[in-house]
């Protein structure tokens, strides 16, 4: 069990990059994706265990193709409901490479004050 | 959290739908359908566990019933901030009478109107002769399967229906099917369909949107014309005086009845006036209309926490009625 101020850190945190990496994911792909399968990628790329609760994604998948970010398709499944294929459009990698940057500066503006902080932990001690 | 982890998919699906109780109704129909896709996913992607093992991790992987309530709750909430476009509304009554004609929903749901009539006639065409036919059929065998196809195809048409109302007004709705059990049997299947109120309530609102898309349509229209003609009136009148039809204004109104509104200097400004405040109320009444229209479909179309089928059916209820 977790602490739950962690949780709480780690659940704000992930609340923009959901999309981000769905967005990823997804362009990275060469086929179309749903659901379960993107769940499954991201636990398998961190060791069986993904950041994200699976659940999370799902809303955020619907947000992005509402937002034209993403194209879906229908196809039966023996399993179960009927399951939606997303696939990235146009729009969804020019608005990816938008946050790529945004990421990666507001991951270099953090890691500055975090770094340093350790740093200066290091030389005063 | 204080209640037992579920063991089941039907478990899980049932405290989900607790946890959402009291979110919009279109929300809930969504999340119930993504969990369930997972879900059942899960369990067919691990063949040798039961499916009480399989949902026992269910909690680390997918996420608790509540966590993913809150996901959607919170998404939704996040999307809606995020798509509506920021606008300044005019704080004044006046600014706030005329503001309508920035509010995109209002041309919209006037669009909405005017499409209600052929969109009424082909659904009422569709209910009727499916109805009739099935009743008809229902002497041969294939009466029963057609009535299947019928319902099938009704509620296609009523997830296009809400897709439609959700473009035009802005209201949330249903983005899914609802999911029918697979483990039913033809003549259970046709047994639950019966039962379901929904496949009543669809039927009916199909039958209804005519005489609705009717009156809509005559209010769009009778609307617009008496608006616009009587906005474009002065105009006329200016482009006369002008000697653009070839003879003056007395000319153009000589025969135009009442004669104290078209022989009088503020007559015809007048009507031009009237006819901008009657567009304004028709834009407001548009979109009012359409927010209506919208709650009604959704109470008619969508399913209100409807009880699962099968053997969840049975602790639904009890769980709808407690």
């Known amino acids: 069990m977790d602490d739950s101020n962690e949780r709480k850190f780690q659940k704000e945190l992930n609340g923009g990059l959901v999309g981000l990496v769905l967005l990823a994911v997804l362009a990275e792909s060469n086929e179309d994706l749903y659901g379960y399968e993107i769940a499954k990628r991201l636990a398998h790329a961190n060791d069986g265990t993904s950041i994200f609760k699976e659940g999370t994604i799902y809303p955020v998948l619907r947000a992005l193709s509402a937002g034209d970010l993403l194209t879906s398709r229908i196809v039966p499944s023996y399993s179960g409901p009927p399951r939606r294929y997303y696939r990235i459009t146009e729009q969804g990698r020019s608005v990816l490479a938008e946050w790529k940057l945004i990421w990666a500066s507001t991951r270099d503006f953090v890691d500055r004050f975090t770094e340093t902080e350790t740093l200066r932990i290091g030389h005063s001690s | ?322």
Request: glycine residues 8%.
């Open chain 2, 1 to 322: 959290m204080n209640r037992s982890a579920p063991r089941s998919i039907d478990q899980y699906l049932r405290q989900l739908r607790e946890e959402l109780a009291g979110s919009d109704a279109a929300l809930i129909q969504d999340a119930l359908y993504d969990a369930e896709e997972y879900l059942r996913a899960e369990v067919a992607a691990h063949p040798d566990k039961s499916e009480s093992d399989v949902l026992e991790l269910i909690a680390s992987t997918y996420g608790a019933p509540d966590e993913v309530a809150g996901a959607y709750r919170d998404t939704e909430v996040k999307v809606k901030a995020a798509m509506a476009t920021p606008r300044k509304m005019p704080k004044s009554a006046i600014g706030r009478f005329f503001g309508v004609f920035l509010d995109p929903r209002a041309y919209t749901s006037l669009f909405f109107l005017l499409l209600a009539l052929p969109t009424g006639i082909i659904y009422f065409v569709l209910t009727v002769t499916g109805l009739s036919l099935s009743a008809g059929l229902l002497v041969l065998i294939i009466g029963v399967p057609f009535f299947l196809l019928f319902m099938a195809v009704c509620r296609v048409v009523s997830l296009a229906e809400g897709g439609l109302i959700e473009a035009m007004t802005g209201v949330r709705m249903p983005r899914r099917p609802v999911y029918q059990g697979k483990a039913l049997s033809f003549w259970a299947r046709i047994g639950e369909m019966l039962k379901d109120p929904r496949t009543w309530t669809t039927i009916a609102y199909f039958i209804l949107r005519l005489p609705i898309g009717i009156l809509y349509f005559l209010i769009a229209v009778a609307g617009l014309s008496v608006s616009l003609s009587l906005i474009v009136l002065p105009i006329i009148g200016v482009l006369a005086q002008a000697g653009w039809f070839g003879m003056s204004a007395v000319d153009v109104f000589s025969n135009a009845q009442p004669e104290w509104v078209f022989k009088t200097e503020f007559g015809i400004p007048i009507l031009g006036l009237a006819g901008v405040l009657l567009l304004t109320s028709l834009m407001h009444l548009a979109r009012g209309i359409g927010r209506l229209h919208a709650m009604f479909a959704k109470s008619m179309l969508v399913a209100r926490a409807a009880p699962r089928t099968t053997e969840a059916a049975g602790s639904g209820a009890a769980l709808a009625a407690s």
